[in-house]
Each structure stands twice: as structure tokens, then as C-alpha cells.
């Protein structure tokens, strides 16, 4: 036999009994066999001989100290040299993984005007609110066509047919709602224009709320004052929401026509009782007038009488039209004291400590009593009944009394009210020092907040 052969012989037999020897040993993997070194270069030959493990299976043989300390790199770190599409899958699947949007649960009425709120899904079920156009409401379920939402202090169910739902973030933003800019660092400058080198307008502080009017990629225009400061702040320095006009209940809808009714009936009775006044002065100066001209005749029919009889009837004349003056004064008076309806017996800062007295006491829609509960009106309508003055029990009802000021001239007392798209919602008193005190909502009852946490619509002086 020649040498090349018996070399041959030799490898050949020790190959067979490399392969008979791992007949009784324990299958390896392949990863494990391309983790050594020695056998790189026979691997993909052994693979077929191999049982490929998971990685699963695999750190469960690691030391469980090994594999705490490193449990994503012990797996991810795996060889898997005949099963890359399942890697691939896993990785589809995660980066087409949906993100929740933050208004994915809201819904907003397309209704023409509104959509009735139902206490049970059908058509039958007793109406318990409306949902007007462009209102929201966030869903609770789907039942059939029914969708069972809540918005205000409605929770009922409503068709839907009469509801856009399934909006982005971005549709919700852009088109529903009021967006609204909250101040996230301490002190932000307003700039004039869109650009940090501009004009800085005034300064705003951490937390307070602005309208947005309009936005850009890095900058945001926003309304303060009640629009009486317009400017940009970097969008960076804010963080962006939307408002939304909520349901307003059947309860909520007839008590609010009832204070219109009230306001308007108020409203012509005040009318009235000026016209009465102006009628009342007007014939007391008619009245004065004619006394005046009848003394003057009779004084001149008798010049020819003794100088002393002129004299008394003169005195008298004058004593007389004297008398009628006072009598027109006094009218005057009284019809002016009578008309004062808006008159406060108190200052305002009297006003401002006065109504101080009841913070922390709780908020109840509808109420008006300072110490069992009261909305924003009805704290408004006590504390100034308390001074004598009577205002209706209805935020946009109030704003017609009174006399308008700017911002910057409010004084303690004054009426401050706020409103949302463009109809007057909410009414606070000035306290002084850029502060409110108002029945804000149950969970923060009577309490005392900037004046700008909200957009100023207007302020009244009632006094």
C-alpha cells in the first residue's frame, strides 16, 4: 500500500469514528459549533447533523447570574444560521406596531345642528341631552350602530350615524375644538414676530393656558389680554391640547333658559323703570317751569300794589319755585337712587375680600349659595347681592351689565369673563395682583387662579 493511500485510510477511519462517537453524545447546536473557533470551517457541513435550538432553549442551560445580568443580549446575540424569515417577521411586526392616539376615543357630532343624547340605544329611549355640531365626546362602547359616549354630564348613547369617529391626533388638532397652548417652562418671552431675535412683547409664566391662533412648524401665536397682546412663543416651551364644547344636558338646557328668560325679563323691567324715571323728571321740571311762570305773571299783574305786598309776593314766588326746584331735585334723587340697580354699597376691594371669605367651599352647578355650592354665576350673583346689587344668575347675562374696561385697568370687584367660541361661558371677580376668585369646577370648588388661565374675553366695572 502506498503512502498517499494508508493516509487516506487513516483519515477516513477516524472521520467514521467521529461520526459513530457522536451517535452517544448530546446533540449541540449549530450556534455552538460556530461559536468555536476550531470548527469554523466545517460548520455549514455539521449543520445538517445538528439540532438547531431556540434561543429560548438556549439561555435556559446559561447560569442564571449570567443570565440576569444580560437576558436581551444573551438571546438577541444567538446565531440562528437557518431561520432568518421568522427574525424577519418579528421584526415586521414591530415596526408596523400602532401607536395609541391620544383622541382615538374621541368622537364629534356632524348632527346639522345637534343629535340627541338617549338614555338607552334606541330610538324610543328617553332624550337625557344633546350634542351639538363640532361638540365632542369621548366613547365608551359600540353597541350596533349605537355608540355610548359621555361628554359633560351626559353618558348616554347615540347613533352612528351622526358621529365622526376614528380621527387622528393631527385631523382632531387641526379641526376640532379650541387648541390650546400651556406654558411648560417658567418664564416665556412673547416675541412680535416668529423669530427669537424679535421684539419681546411681554413675559408669560409656568402653567398658564393660551388660545392658540395660529401655528408653524417651530413657533405658535398666541392670544393673551383677551386679545389685547397677540404674539409667537417657540413651540418648544409649550405643550399643545384641545378643548372641546361638551353635551349639554336636558336639565342643563332648561335651566339655562330659564335665566335667559329671567335676564330678558329683568332686562325690560330695568327699561321700564328708566323710562318711568326719565317720565317722572320731565314733569317735575314741567311742573317747576310752569310755577315759575305763574309767580313771574302774578308778580307783574301787581306792580301797582304797595311795594311790601310785591315784596311778600315775591319772597313768596321765590320761596315757591324754590320749593318746586327741591321737589324736581328730589325726584331726580330718588329716580337716580332707584336706577342704581348696578350701584354697589360697597367698594370694590369690599367686594374682592368679601367673596375671599368663601374659598375652599364647593362648586354645584346651578346653585348659589356661597357656603353649600355655587357656579361661576350664581358666586357672582351672592356675593354681589350681599351689596345690594342684583345681577341675573347666568355668566352671559352679566356681561351685559355694568361698564367695560381693559385688562390693564381692572380694579378689585371688576367682572372678569371668559368665553368659548366666541359665547361667554365663564365669569370670575378681580381680586387685584393679576388674580381671580371663582366657583371654578367641582373638583377645584371656590378658589382663587390667575386671571390668564384662561383667554380674557372682557372685563366689567359694576359700579
Known amino acids: 500500500m502506498t503512502k498517499s493511500a494508508i493516509v487516506k ?72 444560521t ?50 351639538y355640531k363640532g361638540a365632542a365626546a369621548t366613547v365608551l362602547s359600540n353597541k350596533g350602530e349605537w355608540v355610548k359616549i359621555k361628554s359633560g354630564s351626559c353618558t348616554g348613547y347615540i347613533n352612528s350615524a351622526y358621529l365622526v369617529t376614528g380621527l387622528s391626533d393631527e385631523e382632531v ?23 427669537a431675535s424679535s421684539d419681546c412683547l411681554t413675559m408669560i409664566p409656568l402653567g398658564e393656558e393660551y388660545e392658540v391662533i395660529k401655528e408653524t412648524d417651530e413657533w405658535v401665536k398666541v392670544s393673551i389680554d383677551g386679545g389685547d397682546i397677540k404674539g409667537y412663543v417657540a413651540k418648544e416651551y409649550v405643550d399643545l391640547d384641545v378643548e372641546f364644547d361638551d353635551a349639554i344636558s336636558i336639565k342643563e338646557e332648561k335651566a339655562a333658559l330659564r335665566r335667559k ?76 337712587s332707584s336706577a342704581s340697580s348696578t350701584v354697589s354699597s360697597g367698594s370694590g376691594s369690599e367686594v374682592a375680600s368679601y367673596a375671599l371669605q368663601f374659598c375652599g367651599n364647593p ?39 355694568g361698564t367695560r374696561v381693559s385688562l390693564s385697568e381692572a380694579q378689585p370687584g371688576d367682572l372678569v369673563f371668559y368665553a368659548r367660541g366666541g359665547s361667554i361661558n365663564h365669569v370670575a371677580i378681580y381680586i387685584g395682583g393679576g388674580q381671580i376668585v371663582n366657583a371654578a369646577c367641582e373638583r377645584e370648588g371656590i378658589c382663587v387662579k390667575s386671571v390668564n388661565y384662561r383667554t380674557v374675553y372682557c372685563v366689567k366695572r359694576i359700579r
Not at 176 to 183: D, R, S
Not at 262 to 288: I, T
Not at 364 to 391: E, N
Open 82 to 131: 437557518d431561520d432568518t424569515t421568522s427574525l424577519a417577521t418579528a421584526e415586521s411586526a414591530s415596526s408596523s406596531a400602532v401607536t395609541t392616539g391620544k383622541y382615538e376615543n374621541i368622537a364629534i357630532s356632524k348632527a346639522n345642528d345637534f343629535v340627541n343624547i338617549r338614555k338607552k340605544a334606541s330610538e324610543d329611549s328617553k332624550v337625557i341631552g344633546k350634542l
Open 363 to 401: 362648586y354645584r352647578w346651578g346653585g348659589t349659595s356661597l357656603t353649600g355650592g355655587a357656579d361661576c354665576s350664581g358666586f357672582v350673583m351672592s356675593v354681589y347681592a350681599h351689596f345690594g346689587v342684583s345681577l341675573p344668575h347666568s355668566s352671559s347675562s352679566q356681561a351685559g351689565y
Open 173 to 195: 388638532m387641526e379641526n376640532y375644538g379650541q387648541k390650546i397652548a400651556t406654558v411648560n417652562t417658567t418664564t416665556l418671552k412673547v416675541r412680535k414676530e416668529a423669530d
Open 261 to 336: 328668560r329671567a335676564a330678558e325679563k329683568a332686562a325690560r323691567e330695568k327699561e321700564e323703570r328708566e323710562r318711568q324715571e326719565k317720565l317722572a323728571a320731565a314733569r317735575a321740571e314741567s311742573a317747576s317751569s310752569r310755577t315759575s311762570s305763574s309767580s313771574s305773571s302774578s308778580s307783574s299783574s301787581s306792580s301797582s300794589s304797595s311795594s311790601s305786598s310785591s315784596s311778600r309776593k315775591s319772597s313768596s314766588s321765590r320761596s315757591s319755585s324754590s320749593s318746586s326746584r327741591s321737589s324736581s331735585s328730589s325726584s331726580r334723587s330718588s329716580s337716580s
Open 9 to 80: 485510510a487513516t483519515l477516513c477511519g477516524g472521520l467514521a469514528l467521529a461520526i459513530v462517537a457522536s451517535a452517544g453524545m448530546p446533540k449541540v447546536s449549530s450556534a455552538t459549533l460556530n461559536a468555536e473557533k476550531g470548527l469554523a470551517g466545517i460548520s455549514i457541513t455539521l449543520d445538517k447533523y445538528c439540532e438547531t435550538e431556540s434561543a429560548s432553549t438556549e439561555t435556559s442551560n446559561v447560569d442564571a447570574t449570567e443570565q440576569t445580568a444580560q437576558p436581551v443580549e444573551s438571546a438577541t446575540n444567538v446565531t440562528v
